[in-house]
């Protein structure tokens, strides 16, 4: 199915383990993005990308690495898992320069780091 | 910096009643702004935008209008559904720390309609 589309939808870890959540998008997007959404904080930009072998740290990247080597696929690794990383995890992607145009997300993964 | 400010929630009302969810924004530039919604279970939609000053972005009954001169883009509706039973996110669209422009977030107002 054409769309953007993340995995795991449920994750369960330990404290220090690496996760990576992946996110896989089948329109040439240039732009994609990782969010996290928290209760009282609604949606905050961890990392985002402009195009393949091009990323950059958006409002919350400390403890996340993320990488693009193809267009349509932007894996987030949390490389040693902390109880605050919990969280509900959204991918995004958009055609035109970040931001100006709609943004189209995947249903989410949700994390939780016990 | 650019930060979005909406109405805290939860917002209940009851079906046929009128809806308003309030948004003030901060920006440098001339941002766009945005309305998300989020369906219980899935991934943030786009409900409706405005680009520039004194637009009126308008989807499924919803409508919000772009005032700059009071830096704010209220949501509304005249008659609301129990299928409108979602979180609501304002959201505007600047240059942020002279890199690419992003997409900044309220904190997202959740609204139950009771039949």
């Known amino acids: 199915d054409a769309g953007i589309t993340q995995s795991p939808r449920y994750k369960i870890t330990e404290t220090g383990r690496q996760v990576t959540l992946m996110c896989h998008q089948t329109w040439s997007h240039s732009y994609m993005f990782w969010y996290r959404q928290d209760l009282g904080h609604g949606l905050r930009l961890i990392y985002y990308?402009?195009?393949?072998?091009?990323?950059d740290k958006g409002e919350v990247p400390d403890g996340y690495v993320v990488s693009r080597s193809k267009t349509e696929n932007f894996p987030l690794t949390l490389e040693s898992a902390t109880r605050s990383q919990t969280s509900v995890y959204f991918c995004?992607?958009?055609?035109?320069?970040?931001?100006?145009?709609?943004?189209?997300f995947g249903e989410g993964s949700r994390l939780t780091v016990l | 910096g650019n930060s979005v400010t909406q109405m805290e929630g939860p917002v209940t009302l009851s079906e046929e009643a009128f809806l308003t969810i309030n948004c003030t924004y901060t920006?440098?530039?001339?941002?766009?702004l945005f309305w998300y919604v989020q369906y219980p279970g899935e991934g943030l939609q786009l409900l409706l935008k405005?680009?520039?000053?004194?637009d009126k972005g308008s989807n499924k009954g919803f409508e919000a209008t772009y005032r700059k001169e009071t830096t704010s883009f209220h949501l509304e509706k005249g008659s609301v559904q129990v299928s409108d039973s979602a979180v609501y996110f304002c959201?505007?669209?600047?240059?942020?720390?002279?890199?690419?422009?992003?997409?900044?977030f309220g904190s997202g107002t959740q609204l139950t309609v009771l039949p």
């Open positions: 405005a680009t520039k000053a004194d």
């Open positions: 920006a440098t530039g001339y941002p766009s």
């Open positions: 990308s402009a195009a393949a072998d091009i990323t």
């Open positions: 995004a992607s958009t055609l035109t320069s970040g931001g100006s145009g709609e943004l189209f």
């Open positions: 959201a505007l669209s600047a240059v942020h720390s002279g890199s690419a422009r992003q997409l900044t």
